[in-house]
């Protein structure tokens, strides 16, 4: 059971988030200053451009439309192609897949009588406007745009709270629509509430749903938002809708949308309510939020944005934040498009998790109950996606920002406590949703630990991991959800545990690819172990680690070996590899290369270092010799999604530490860039926009669980990390567009030769000193000795 809350760490919290705000602003050139949100917006990038701070509970944001009411133009809510609004909405996540979640309670100006039911809107014809891109402006914290209704929109944020002002046009009629129903994905209930005599609205809405319509077992309600809007002008009339009907003085409305057959919102269906006021009127409105009460959400408002607060005020304050946050990271060099992209890819890795308990230390838990934080935890956090973010994103956030890392750490451990002991994979505000494969809280737990996160209860927290990946349970039995949403942490544990693999027809959404997320699960799990003085799991964790050569078939292919389905009998299905049977979103030759904890022992079974060169030349090449990096079908890299991000730095171990420098600075220089269409895929709550920015930085923590840094060449002349152990200097005097290749590098002054770090640098800091020119020495950390480290399991 969570520890006893004490106030003194809610008013720590508080402490710190003032000083944030009354620190005097930056100038032009600091960090929040090159942030452009406007990129991901496009290409499928799916971030969205509207005001929010580090890690906040709200995100004050656009939601266009293409002319279906039910469904979002966009997973973020904005596309930046998608040149209309129909409302401006008071949660977001960024870089998601599926078709969108939350979006909660847009507001939307309109400058007409309200003659119909907003929820009959089916098209968005009536109660929308259009806009132009050049009557838009988004920068960190803040967003502006004036509608073609004549309507001009300001935006900002505080950590629970946000504030808005609509400049409406003279002779007009000047409405608010609050949309209270309408989040992304639907509702199941939604109430609203208008005082005239207080000039504001309150209400709640009740959704989920998130990826609902890939399988029934998730079109399900599993939190609530509670609002509370204080206008700053009195209503010169007030209205409600439900479903159909219109109440042209009504004050109160519910009613939810629904979730159709087939998981999207029910057209016709949702309910909310309108305030009037005199035409031309310039109205404030500031709005606190809370996922426990209307009092939290009140208290919350109070807190952050007082009444007297200016809307220039809470700007300030949330570009001031955000200049603290980006600033653990300073670089100096590149073009000014080259340090905007990177700037904006560390804001989109701060954004998520979320803060999600309130001012006063209440949240509501995964078992619908109210919950304090613990003593020592700053905030509980929400919206962790599992199975991507693993990777990168929580190694970067942590080295930065490790109280940060640890409260992640211990809010999920809350989470499983609430849960039954199982640890969700992607779990959306207070509810468990099971989206994508393995288990990635214990990798993600292994790397807060590894990058300075040590605030939490990492023994308790192990053991239930542990017992989870030991003990079979009916989830881990069940089909409900899959493929994509298979509700057990460990599916088909039962096969892990007697065959040591996952087979091909099992209760996970891949044989293949479960087997090898599940194979770095267990790693992670004995370097929990190891960190936690338990020998016996360590090496019990490590044994299973190594089931991933149980799938390795020699004889796949004429040219070699792949890893492949397997049936529960041990014979193998008919294989190529380009097929994505067994695996998630790529394929067999694409996953042959994830075992990135024992690459030495996966070259081993290639062949050698030799033929796995050749392997991996022909993964990245044409066969005319140009790179294929994304975009070049099954058989190659695809540098756009998470099963190949950490493949091109598998060159270090294979000898050729030039191919990385070289594959990563073609990826950074060419599908990432400062535009709307600047992020290849899904950024992934800042998982992809975490891959640039170690990118950028010439290194990578290629080994879950582990603090080791496999070495790329840094994209800046100049860079100073603050991170979680001591700074970290980067000097690279002779970096550009036309020098990717690392000549010698020092350490600490003295000479280096091994393309990887050890940890003592996350640790204790350091001083790293490329040259760099635009020919690869071939010399330098080729040496098989100089390889980064692998883990095999243990003999015997």
Same mark, same amino acid.
């Given at each position: 059971?969570?520890?006893?809350?004490?106030?003194?760490?809610?008013?720590?919290?508080?402490?710190?988030?003032?000083?944030?705000?009354?620190?005097?602003?930056?100038?032009?050139?600091?960090?929040?200053?090159?942030?452009?949100?406007?990129?991901?917006?496009?290409?499928?990038?799916?971030?969205?451009?509207?005001?929010?701070?580090?890690?906040?509970?709200?995100?004050?944001?656009?939601?266009?439309?293409?002319?279906?009411?039910?469904?979002?133009?966009?997973?973020?809510?904005?596309?930046?192609?998608?040149?209309?609004?129909?409302?401006?909405?008071?949660?977001?996540?960024?870089?998601?897949?599926?078709?969108?979640?939350?979006?909660?309670?847009?507001?939307?100006?309109?400058?007409?009588?309200?003659?119909?039911?907003?929820?009959?809107?089916?098209?968005?014809?009536?109660?929308?406007?259009?806009?132009?891109?050049?009557?838009?402006?988004?920068?960190?914290?803040?967003?502006?745009?004036?509608?073609?209704?004549?309507?001009?929109?300001?935006?900002?944020?505080?950590?629970?709270?946000?504030?808005?002002?609509?400049?409406?046009?003279?002779?007009?009629?000047?409405?608010?629509?609050?949309?209270?129903?309408?989040?992304?994905?639907?509702?199941?209930?939604?109430?609203?509430?208008?005082?005239?005599?207080?000039?504001?609205?309150?209400?709640?809405?009740?959704?989920?749903?998130?990826?609902?319509?890939?399988?029934?077992?998730?079109?399900?309600?599993?939190?609530?938002?509670?609002?509370?809007?204080?206008?700053?002008?009195?209503?010169?009339?007030?209205?409600?809708?439900?479903?159909?009907?219109?109440?042209?003085?009504?004050?109160?409305?519910?009613?939810?949308?629904?979730?159709?057959?087939?998981?999207?919102?029910?057209?016709?269906?949702?309910?909310?309510?309108?305030?009037?006021?005199?035409?031309?009127?310039?109205?404030?409105?500031?709005?606190?939020?809370?996922?426990?009460?209307?009092?939290?959400?009140?208290?919350?408002?109070?807190?952050?944005?007082?009444?007297?607060?200016?809307?220039?005020?809470?700007?300030?304050?949330?570009?001031?934040?955000?200049?603290?946050?980006?600033?653990?990271?300073?670089?100096?060099?590149?073009?000014?498009?080259?340090?905007?992209?990177?700037?904006?890819?560390?804001?989109?890795?701060?954004?998520?998790?979320?803060?999600?308990?309130?001012?006063?230390?209440?949240?509501?838990?995964?078992?619908?109950?109210?919950?304090?934080?613990?003593?020592?935890?700053?905030?509980?956090?929400?919206?962790?996606?599992?199975?991507?973010?693993?990777?990168?994103?929580?190694?970067?956030?942590?080295?930065?920002?490790?109280?940060?890392?640890?409260?992640?750490?211990?809010?999920?451990?809350?989470?499983?406590?609430?849960?039954?002991?199982?640890?969700?994979?992607?779990?959306?505000?207070?509810?468990?949703?099971?989206?994508?494969?393995?288990?990635?809280?214990?990798?993600?737990?292994?790397?807060?630990?590894?990058?300075?996160?040590?605030?939490?209860?990492?023994?308790?927290?192990?053991?239930?991991?542990?017992?989870?990946?030991?003990?079979?349970?009916?989830?881990?039995?069940?089909?409900?959800?899959?493929?994509?949403?298979?509700?057990?942490?460990?599916?088909?544990?039962?096969?892990?545990?007697?065959?040591?693999?996952?087979?091909?027809?099992?209760?996970?959404?891949?044989?293949?690819?479960?087997?090898?997320?599940?194979?770095?699960?267990?790693?992670?799990?004995?370097?929990?172990?190891?960190?936690?003085?338990?020998?016996?799991?360590?090496?019990?964790?490590?044994?299973?680690?190594?089931?991933?050569?149980?799938?390795?078939?020699?004889?796949?292919?004429?040219?070699?070996?792949?890893?492949?389905?397997?049936?529960?009998?041990?014979?193998?299905?008919?294989?190529?590899?380009?097929?994505?049977?067994?695996?998630?979103?790529?394929?067999?030759?694409?996953?042959?290369?994830?075992?990135?904890?024992?690459?030495?022992?996966?070259?081993?079974?290639?062949?050698?270092?030799?033929?796995?060169?050749?392997?991996?030349?022909?993964?990245?090449?044409?066969?005319?010799?140009?790179?294929?990096?994304?975009?070049? /079908?099954? @058989? &190659?890299?695809? =540098?756009?999604?998470? +099963?190949?991000? %950490?493949?091109?730095?598998?060159?270090?171990? !294979?000898?050729?530490?030039?191919?990385?420098?070289?594959?990563?600075?073609?990826?950074?220089?060419?599908?990432?860039?400062?535009?709307?269409?600047?992020?290849?895929?899904?950024?992934?709550?800042?998982?992809?926009?975490?891959?640039?920015?170690?990118?950028?930085?010439?290194?990578?923590?290629?080994?879950?669980?582990?603090?080791?840094?496999?070495?790329?060449?840094?994209?800046?002349?100049?860079?100073?990390?603050?991170?979680?152990?001591?700074?970290?200097?980067?000097?690279?005097?002779?970096?550009?567009?036309?020098?990717?290749?690392?000549?010698?590098?020092?350490?600490?002054?003295?000479?280096?030769?091994?393309?990887?770090?050890?940890?003592?640098?996350?640790?204790?800091? /350091?001083? @790293? &000193?490329?040259? =760099?020119?635009?020919? +690869?020495?071939? %010399?330098?950390?080729?040496?098989?000795?100089? !390889?980064?480290?692998?883990?095999?399991?243990?003999?015997?």
């Amino acid at each position: 059971m969570p520890r006893l809350f004490r106030a003194a760490a809610i008013a720590a919290l508080l402490s710190t988030a003032l000083a944030i705000m009354a620190a005097p602003a930056k100038s032009a050139m600091s960090p929040a200053s090159a942030v452009n949100p406007l990129i991901g917006s496009s290409n499928g990038g799916n971030t969205f451009p509207g005001a929010t701070v580090p890690f906040g509970m709200l995100q004050w944001s656009p939601e266009n439309t293409r002319g279906r009411h039910n469904r979002t133009a966009a997973p973020g809510g904005y596309l930046y192609r998608a040149t209309r609004i129909r409302g401006f909405s008071l949660t977001h996540l960024s870089g998601t897949g599926c078709a969108g979640a939350s979006g909660d309670v847009p507001f939307m100006p309109v400058t007409q009588a309200i003659a119909s039911s907003p929820a009959a809107d089916d098209h968005d014809s009536i109660y929308a406007s259009d806009f132009s891109h050049a009557d838009e402006h988004a920068e960190a914290g803040y967003y502006q745009v004036k509608l073609d209704n004549g309507t001009d929109v300001q935006l900002s944020a505080a950590l629970h709270s946000g504030i808005a002002r609509f400049d409406f046009p003279a002779g007009k009629p000047a409405n608010l629509l609050i949309r209270t129903s309408d989040s992304e994905v639907g509702s199941s209930a939604a109430e609203t509430r208008v005082d005239r005599d207080e000039r504001s609205v309150t209400g709640s809405v009740t959704s989920g749903n998130f990826c609902g319509y890939l399988a029934r077992v998730d079109q399900r309600s599993y939190y609530t938002l509670y609002f509370v809007a204080q206008f700053d002008q009195p209503f010169t009339q007030t209205g409600s809708w439900n479903d159909a009907r219109v109440d042209s003085t009504g004050t109160a409305a519910n009613g939810g949308s629904g979730y159709a057959d087939k998981g999207f919102p029910a057209l016709g269906k949702g309910s909310g309510v309108w305030v009037g006021f005199a035409p031309g009127s310039s109205v404030r409105v500031r709005v606190g939020i809370s996922y426990v009460s209307l009092a939290n959400a009140r208290a919350n408002l109070q807190a952050e944005i007082p009444p007297s607060t200016a809307l220039g005020r809470v700007r300030a304050q949330a570009h001031d934040a955000w200049n603290k946050v980006l600033g653990g990271i300073v670089v100096d060099g590149g073009s000014a498009d080259q340090r905007t992209t990177f700037y904006t890819a560390l804001y989109h890795v701060m954004m998520h998790p979320n803060v999600y308990s309130d001012v006063n230390g209440e949240y509501r838990g995964f078992d619908q109950q109210i919950h304090r934080v613990d003593h020592g935890q700053q905030a509980q956090y929400a919206n962790f996606s599992g199975w991507d973010i693993y990777r990168s994103q929580l190694q970067l956030l942590t080295w930065l920002q490790p109280q940060v890392g640890s409260d992640i750490a211990q809010s999920l451990y809350h989470q499983a406590q609430q849960n039954r002991g199982e640890w969700d994979r992607w779990t959306h505000n207070s509810g468990g949703t099971h989206v994508m494969s393995g288990d990635p809280a214990a990798p993600a737990l292994a790397d807060i630990v590894a990058f300075g996160g040590h605030g939490f209860d990492l023994r308790d927290a192990y053991d239930s991991l542990a017992r989870a990946a030991t003990v079979v349970s009916a989830n881990d039995l069940s089909d409900d959800g899959c493929n994509v949403e298979c509700v057990g942490e460990r599916p088909s544990l039962d096969q892990w545990l007697s065959l040591h693999y996952i087979a091909s027809k099992s209760h996970a959404w891949g044989g293949a690819g479960e087997t090898l997320e599940d194979a770095s699960a267990d790693f992670a799990l004995s370097e929990l172990a190891r960190r936690v003085g338990d020998h016996a799991g360590r090496r019990r964790f490590l044994t299973r680690a190594g089931y991933w050569r149980n799938l390795f078939n020699p004889h796949a292919m004429p040219g070699g070996g792949y890893i492949q389905n397997r049936h529960a009998d041990g014979s193998w299905p008919a294989f190529t590899p380009d097929t994505d049977d067994g695996f998630v979103e790529a394929s067999a030759a694409v996953y042959l290369w994830m075992v990135p904890f024992d690459v030495h022992g996966l070259f081993a079974r290639l062949g050698g270092r030799g033929k796995a060169r050749a392997r991996l030349d022909a993964f990245f090449h044409h066969p005319d010799g140009s790179w294929a990096l994304t975009g070049a /079908g099954p @058989l &190659h890299a695809e =540098l756009d999604n998470e +099963p190949s991000v %950490a493949t091109p730095w598998l060159c270090d171990y !294979a000898g050729q530490p030039w191919n990385t420098q070289k594959a990563v600075r073609i990826v950074v220089d060419t599908i990432w860039k400062n535009a709307p269409d600047g992020i290849p895929g899904n950024d992934d709550l800042g998982e992809m926009s975490s891959w640039y920015v170690w990118a950028a930085l010439g290194m990578y923590p290629e080994i879950p669980g582990r603090a080791e840094l496999l070495l790329g060449s840094p994209l800046f002349r100049h860079a100073l990390i603050h991170g979680s152990g001591g700074d970290v200097v980067i000097d690279a005097p002779g970096a550009s567009s036309s020098t990717p290749f690392v000549q010698s590098l020092t350490l600490d002054g003295k000479p280096h030769d091994r393309p990887w770090l050890a940890p003592s640098l996350v640790e204790h800091g /350091g001083r @790293l &000193h490329f040259a =760099l020119g635009a020919q +690869p020495d071939k %010399a330098w950390g080729s040496a098989s000795h100089a !390889a980064p480290p692998s883990f095999p399991p243990p003999r015997g």
